[in-house]
């Protein structure tokens, strides 16, 4: 049933991650929710004070459906070694235990279905999880599209935003000036704690203004050549003192699918952001024509040089969540 009251019980799978800890912290902020961490029996996650725990087995469909039960909004956030399958489980199960309110695990950038290509693979996948919370019947999707994550993208090394911070070297993709759009972990927490501290319906705006529809926000409108810029400013360094390369963006795609192909986890990486540098993307900076979400939702204007410094606190500290795969 339909209220003009904020939503108040909110899940989130995958709390103790990144994107996940920001929804969970500042959803805790506003005073308004309660939220509720969906958590394995085995988990080591830290969660944000505040934030209610319930156990579950995501191969037990009864676990699930009961763990969700009463929950008005849940926020799927998933790994990438998370199991294939998982999703559209999470999704089902969400279903049947009654959530009104889905967001699915495609933080990333807007997708028009009608105009699908076959070999855009991040698009398809963002599509299929839509999909996935569609066919359970009972909850309506709603999608957080933020463009990268700017800290993660630029912490994490070459195969990503083209940064190997540590070495101070960098690859442009192109002429590394093609400008995208990207948000910081922080904005997408701010993003998900205003939504849903706007009345569920009723006068606009509300909650079911984006009823499966995506909400557009983002942090900054950067190039590669920005980021140095500001990497630059951060850490006292000038461009003599990096390495700088160039490369085809449309050559790294296809490197990158290759690698993807042989089994190389990081191509994966780099087909995925070699993609939204291609100048034939219409959506990689989506904020330059497309109606933002930020003002609605009462979010900031961030500073570009404190996210960067956040990247490299994150390298020197010697952050790599994918050390297994290097």
């Known amino acids: 049933m339909?209220?003009?009251?904020?939503?108040?019980?909110?899940?989130?799978?995958?709390?103790?991650?990144?994107?996940?800890?920001?929804?969970?912290?500042?959803?805790?902020?506003?005073?308004?929710?309660?939220?509720?961490?969906?958590?394995?029996?085995?988990?080591?996650?830290?969660?944000?004070?505040g934030v209610k725990v319930v156990k579950v087995n995501y191969d037990d469909e009864a676990s699930l459906v009961e763990a969700l039960k009463g929950q008005?909004?849940?926020?799927?956030?998933?790994?990438?070694?998370?199991?294939?399958?998982?999703?559209?489980?999470?999704?089902?199960?969400a279903g049947k235990a009654g959530?009104?309110?889905?967001?699915?695990?495609?933080?990333?950038?807007?997708?028009?279905?009608?105009?699908?290509?076959?070999?855009?693979?991040?698009?398809?996948?963002?599509?299929?999880?839509?999909?996935?919370?569609?066919?359970?019947?009972?909850?309506?999707?709603?999608?957080?599209?933020?463009?990268?994550?700017?800290?993660?993208?630029?912490?994490?090394?070459?195969?990503?935003?083209?940064?190997?911070?540590?070495?101070?070297?960098?690859?442009?993709?192109?002429?590394?000036?093609?400008?995208i759009t990207v948000s910081t972990w922080d904005q997408c927490g701010r993003a998900l704690s205003g939504l849903l501290s706007l009345p569920e319906s009723g006068a606009s705006p509300s909650v079911t203004d984006w009823k499966i529809k995506a909400v557009l926000i983002n942090s900054f409108r950067v190039s590669q050549r920005d980021m140095l810029d500001s990497l630059n400013r951060v850490m006292g360094t000038t461009d003599a003192e990096w390495e700088v390369r160039y490369e085809p963006a449309a050559k790294r795609f296809e490197d990158g699918a290759e690698e993807l192909k042989r089994g190389i986890f990081t191509g994966f990486a780099k087909m995925l952001y070699a993609g939204v540098f291609l100048a034939s993307n219409e959506n990689s900076d989506y904020a330059a024509k497309s109606p933002l979400a930020n003002d609605v939702l009462g979010l900031p204007k961030e500073e570009l040089d404190e996210a960067t410094k956040r990247a490299v606190d994150m390298v020197q500290g010697g952050w790599n969540p994918f050390a297994e795969y290097s």
Not at 72 to 93: C, E, M, N, W, Y
């Open 72 to 93: 008005q909004f849940l926020a799927i956030t998933l790994g990438v070694r998370a199991p294939a399958d998982l999703h559209a489980k999470i999704a089902t199960s």
């Open 99 to 179: 959530v009104p309110y889905v967001m699915p695990n495609s933080y990333g950038y807007p997708v028009d279905r009608e105009s699908l290509r076959e070999e855009d693979v991040y698009a398809k996948t963002v599509v299929q999880k839509v999909i996935d919370v569609e066919s359970n019947g009972v909850s309506s999707p709603i999608t957080l599209s933020c463009g990268f994550w700017y800290e993660w993208s630029l912490a994490l090394g070459e195969q990503w935003f083209g940064f190997t911070i540590k070495d101070r070297k960098v690859t442009f993709f192109d002429d590394g000036k093609r400008t």
């Open 2 to 49: 339909s209220s003009t009251k904020p939503i108040e019980r909110v899940a989130i799978v995958g709390a103790t991650g990144r994107i996940g800890g920001a929804f969970a912290k500042a959803l805790l902020q506003t005073g308004k929710h309660t939220v509720t961490a969906l958590t394995r029996p085995d988990s080591k996650g830290t969660l944000p004070e």
